[in-house]
């Protein structure tokens, strides 16, 4: 089954791109923007198509957290300038079309694919026989043409979901952010917490990191800028980690935000990752930490500047 972010789509060709887009980050958005150029150019529209759940969770393996929600990764193809995005249900079936099945049921069968767009290293259809040779193949006998797109490389190699998880798990967030073409960012609802960092004059939003599988940046003290739906973004000190000074063991992600102490608590908060100020550390009492948040704080707002 396809559902469209648009709705629904009129029976006509397309200009079509296939992939998980995890991140939507440079190399993604330069598939995106040459299948728009291409569909701009034959007046058609363009489509890129991609998978819900992740085909990692349904075939097993090691299931990677992602750096994007469904959501957010349909609304950042539709900005890279996607005309629509086809949303597969990926399920044991789908995974079992062989690369042919896939482009004749799938790209040309429902998608109606005049042209299709892909990256060089990108494989599809059962274990990932396909690739971009046997596509070309495929288009000459189902009519399609196939433009095969080069990865986007930055001083350190290709840019890849793989290198931005890396990034953040060193807490390198500038670095991710080169990547992605944007800061990398968290999403979640603001629910209770137990009140220790406003009796200590440092009140957190706590975000339910429940939500989804989401990649998190190494645990440290964060500079980032916080929103809320309808308001602009706020300077906050956005701490991942467990507490150790106070004993604690489970990850929290906490949003102090700097010029404000409204209380959040039910709103959906996003978080955008500036640059790391420090590590997370245990110490020796409760003024200890005070002392040293205030020191995160005034370097908090100087990165913020």
């Known amino acids: 089954m396809i559902t469209y972010a648009s709705g629904g789509r009129a029976d006509e060709a397309a200009v079509v791109t296939v992939g998980s887009f995890d991140g939507v980050h440079q190399g993604h958005r330069a598939l995106v923007e040459r299948a728009a150029r291409v569909a701009r150019s034959r007046g058609i529209a363009s489509i890129v198509l991609t998978f819900h759940p992740h085909p990692s969770h349904v075939l097993g393996g090691v299931v990677k957290p992602q750096l994007t929600a469904s959501d957010e990764r349909n609304a950042l193809l539709l900005a890279a300038g996607a005309d629509d995005v086809a949303v597969m249900h990926f399920d044991r079936s789908v995974a079992a079309l062989s690369p042919e099945a896939f482009v004749r049921d799938v790209l040309v069968g429902q998608l109606r694919a005049s042209a299709v767009v892909m990256g060089h290293d990108h494989r599809f259809g059962h274990g990932r026989e396909g690739d971009a040779a046997s596509m070309a193949s495929l288009g000459m006998k189902y009519g399609y043409d196939i433009y095969e797109v080069s990865a986007v490389h930055d001083g350190d190699g290709a840019v890849s979901s793989s290198r931005i998880r890396r990034a953040l798990a060193a807490g390198r967030v500038e670095d991710a952010a080169r990547m992605l073409g944007r800061a990398f960012s968290l999403k979640g609802t603001v629910v209770r917490g137990d009140g220790r960092g406003s009796r200590i004059g440092f009140p957190t939003a706590n975000l339910d990191m429940e939500r989804q599988h989401a990649v998190r940046p190494a645990c440290g003290v964060y500079a980032a800028w916080a929103s809320v739906e309808g308001a602009p973004p706020r300077k906050s000190m ?40 420090r590590d997370e550390h245990k110490f020796d009492g409760v003024q200890a930490l005070i002392r040293q948040l205030n020191e995160d704080r005034l370097r908090c707002r100087a990165a913020l500047r």
């Open 238 to 277: 956005v701490n991942i980690g467990v507490r150790p000074t106070f004993g604690g063991t489970e990850e929290h992600a906490e949003v102090h935000l700097l010029e404000t102490d409204a209380d959040l608590y039910g709103c959906e908060v996003r978080a955008e990752f500036v640059v790391r100020l």
